[in-house]
């Protein structure tokens, strides 16, 4: 179908990641990595706060009882809802001079995940992990190098998690009841000449994963049983990053975007680069759960 995509927030930012939505307050978060800064936008108002951040921040989750959880290149970190630093949880578990986390986000089991990427680009040197109701941060995968794409089916039985470079899309078995993650397989290859390459994502209520695709200009719809690609949604930007179901209905889409790196030329072209933008749709999305944990 032919999807009407509206710019809803010019914030030009560099490496605009990790939207999240709060259905309590109808805000969007979102992150500009390299700013580094976390965003709240009220679409309603249009009103934007921006919350500076003194290193790199890969991706955010909202926290039962308040507060934002996230991954910053140091390592996973307690701040409050103005962004301001309340205590850190776990180190980096990579060499943080040369890896810094990227995308993320809470699992329906109230667990935290975070992957990050290996900047050097010479190897699968970047982790991803998973924090925790005991504040326990464990590497449950270290042969990523960019770790992009985490999302959860609706029925908790699997997790997705894409490596972008590498141009796959992975799968694990979860087990609905525990939560426990089992090995992954490839459920889809990409041809990076042939529409971008999988970056962040989010699966709507019907189990379909919705991947940006980097360098392609477009959001996909992959089908969860045959992996093929079923719609899209052509942007005009080219370097989408990722996706997040919201609205009361949850069935906005709303799409971030970089202009990390670009020469004059084409951000001439795409002008529009690092903004965030919107769409409606016809399948809803699920609300994202919150982070729950033990004080400790």
Known sequence: MAYQVECVLPLQAELGECPLWSPEHQVLWLVDILAPAIHRFHPQSGECQSFPLTEEVGCIGLRAGGGIVAALRSGVWFLDE???IERKIADNPGEASK?????GRV???GRFWCGSLWEPQ???GGKLCCLDSQLNLTVVNDDVKISNGLAFSPDRRWMYHSDTPNAVLWRYPVDPTSGEVGARKAFKRFDSQQ????DGAAIDSEGYYWSAMFDGGRVVRIHPESAEIV???ILPVRWPTMVAFGGEDLKTLYITSSREDRTEEE???YPLSGNVFAVRVEVAGMVEPL???HQR
């Open 82 to 84: 103005q962004g301001k």
């Open 99 to 103: 890896s810094r986390f990227n995308d």
């Open 107 to 109: 699992d329906p089991f």
């Open 122 to 124: 010479d190897r699968n």
């Open 195 to 198: 529409g971008g390459l999988p």
């Open 231 to 233: 719609d899209e949604i």
């Open 267 to 269: 951000l001439e072209r």
């Open 291 to 293: 982070f729950r944990y």
